[in-house]
């Protein structure tokens, strides 16, 4: 148990039956009345950040998020299965615990598997991920108005822009972070 006037940047603890993680906090002390942390705590499990107000002496339980490296196999459309590299344990996933940005992730790639008391709730890929480029346009002659980009498509199918000189059949950096073009790998 800790205190809200405790709570620091990344501290997670549980309030009302869900896992909320310190986004931003504020000990405010008025010149009349009493003291107040302001915060913005957002749910672990399903993304969304509220604002909220906590008088410093409101105790809440800690919690901890486990994170646990695990390989991702493969899918066969609707589970995801994922391998624990240390007891060779395969464990299966639905569609809906994983975030956007795990359209960048092939077969054979080492992720993180993110469960609060043994519930997986959400599947961090790797901040960058290298991957071929299947399928481009070919860059218009002119077109090179301020940052021009174009659509390319990626080897495990997801779709993203990228500048014009990048050809079909190159390697590129992507940060899954932002679901961004970064660079040639």
């Known amino acids: 148990m800790f205190s809200a006037g405790d709570f620091r ?3 997670t603890f549980e309030m009302e039956g869900n896992v909320y993680s310190v986004v931003e906090f504020q000990h405010v002390k008025p010149g009349k009345g009493a003291a107040f942390v302001r915060t913005k705590i957002k749910n672990v499990v399903t993304g969304s950040v509220v ?3 906590f008088s410093p002496t409101d105790k809440f339980p800690t919690a901890f998020v486990e994170r646990k490296e695990m390989e991702y196999l493969y899918t066969d459309g609707e589970l995801y299965y994922f391998m624990d590299n240390e007891t060779y344990e395969q464990i299966p996933l639905n569609a809906d615990v994983l975030p956007d940005n795990f359209k960048f992730v092939k077969e054979n790639t080492p992720c993180k598997i993110l469960s609060i008391k043994g519930n ?10 290298d991957l071929l480029v299947t399928e481009t346009e070919p860059a218009v002659r002119g077109d090179t108005s301020n940052n021009a980009m174009k659509n390319a498509t990626l080897e495990t199918g997801a779709v993203i822009k990228v500048p014009l000189f990048i050809e079909e059949g190159e390697k590129i950096r992507i940060d899954t972070r932002t679901c961004e073009y970064m660079e040639r790998a």
Do not use: D, H, R
């Not at 997986?120 to 991920?129: A, G, H, K, N, R």
């Open 120 to 129: 997986v709730f959400s599947v961090e890929p790797p901040f960058f991920i």
């Open 51 to 53: 604002e909220k107000t």
């Open 9 to 11: 940047n990344g501290v």
